[in-house]
């Protein structure tokens, strides 16, 4: 049974003779009436498939005359793009990844695209191969990217502004560079943080620390998120409350016990960067008889289900893990079809309250 809908085997018809050369600049396309007998579809199936061309660019349709081909492929800057996407991620078995790819890959094929998933393990060199690969190729895949190490300076930027000026569609999703212009969807990072830290405000707490990761721009985000709870509520920042780890350190997080431990002992409550830097903190607390949240509430972001599988289980902001995906990829279509098309776009947080945290009494400064 054919899943892709009927309007775009149309257009992938059409895609393919336009891209083969059979069918040229100025070339009129078959009526509707024709297309409607060819495929055995209904009119108004064949006018959604000519419309969409419409707007990617691809034809004209001129009233009482026909409809005309306008262009010899999918375009941006004289550059003809191929019916694959090609997807560059961090991880493939984070908790948060392969619901935000499979959503990703899952919207790309409806539309007729093929796709390729290449994984970085979040290392620049990596980075750097992969994207020199695609220069070096010629590639015409439109990209998908999660940037590797965003919270740094990063030299592999030159390789992304080299594929856009060759015309390629690029796309940031979780995270971007702040100095690179190109489009992004995430997370409104900045919002999570501040709403994880006003919770904990509303429930009292003003000696409130956290863990947050350096070399990565959620992290970032979320920690001047978290500054701004604390600013806005008059309660003063103090550094010596603040744990900061990049990802080689959060993989190994269970054996910073005692520096961590040391950081937060006057705390009442503490931010975490995610879920998996939640569940090992309350591991440590808990292996140093810590109650969670009698002693020390903990609050997280994501929202996985690792929420629930934590000991305690989280309160935490969540993640838009699906939607995300979906949303990346409708943008990237977007840009395909107009390249004046802005494709960034930021989920606002959600918080779902849990066992991991508590109104605390008669609060210290």
Request: charged share 25%.
């Amino acid at each position: 049974m054919n899943r892709i809908p009927k309007y775009q085997q149309i257009m992938d018809w059409i895609h393919k003779r336009i891209e083969s050369g059979e069918l040229r600049v100025g070339d009129r396309l078959e009526t509707e009436a024709e297309l409607s007998d060819q495929f055995h579809f209904s009119r108004q199936t064949v006018r959604q498939a000519l419309a969409n061309l419409e707007q990617e660019g691809m034809i004209n349709r001129i009233q009482g005359s026909g409809s005309y081909v306008k262009s010899a492929g999918a375009w941006d800057g004289g550059l003809q793009l191929s019916r694959s996407v090609t997807i560059i991620s961090s991880y493939t078995d984070s908790y948060i990844f392969p619901r935000i790819l499979q959503s990703m890959a899952r919207v790309l094929q409806e539309a007729g695209y093929s796709t390729r998933i290449i994984f970085t393990g979040n290392r620049r060199e990596t980075e750097k191969n992969i994207l020199s690969d695609l220069i070096r190729s010629g590639s015409r895949d439109p990209l998908i990217a999660e940037p590797v190490t965003s919270g740094l300076p990063n030299p592999n930027l030159i390789y992304y502004r080299e594929l856009r000026q060759r015309g390629i569609p690029i796309l940031f999703f979780n995270t971007y560079y702040p100095d690179c212009d190109i489009p992004h969807v995430s997370l409104d990072d900045e919002a999570a943080g501040r709403m994880a830290a006003e919770h904990l405000i509303h429930l009292g707490h003003r000696r409130i620390g956290c863990v947050f990761k350096n070399d990565d721009g959620q992290g970032l985000r979320r920690y001047q998120g978290y500054q701004e709870a604390l600013i806005s509520a008059g309660i003063p920042i103090e550094e010596k409350y603040v744990c900061w780890i990049d990802t080689e350190a959060m993989r190994e997080m269970l054996r910073y016990d005692e520096w961590i431990l040391r950081r937060l002992r006057s705390c009442t409550a503490v931010v975490c960067y995610n879920d998996e830097a939640a569940n090992m903190l309350t591991q440590l607390c808990l292996d140093q008889q810590i109650r969670i949240p009698q002693k020390l509430s903990i609050v997280s972001i994501d929202n996985s289900r690792l929420t629930q599988l934590n000991p305690v289980p989280l309160t935490s902001v969540s993640h838009p893990m699906e939607e995300l995906g979906a949303k990346a990829a409708e943008n990237l279509l977007g840009m395909i079809r107009n390249p004046n098309f802005d494709g960034s776009f930021e989920f606002a947080p959600h918080l779902t309250v849990r066992d991991s945290t508590m109104r605390i009494q008669n609060p210290r400064a």
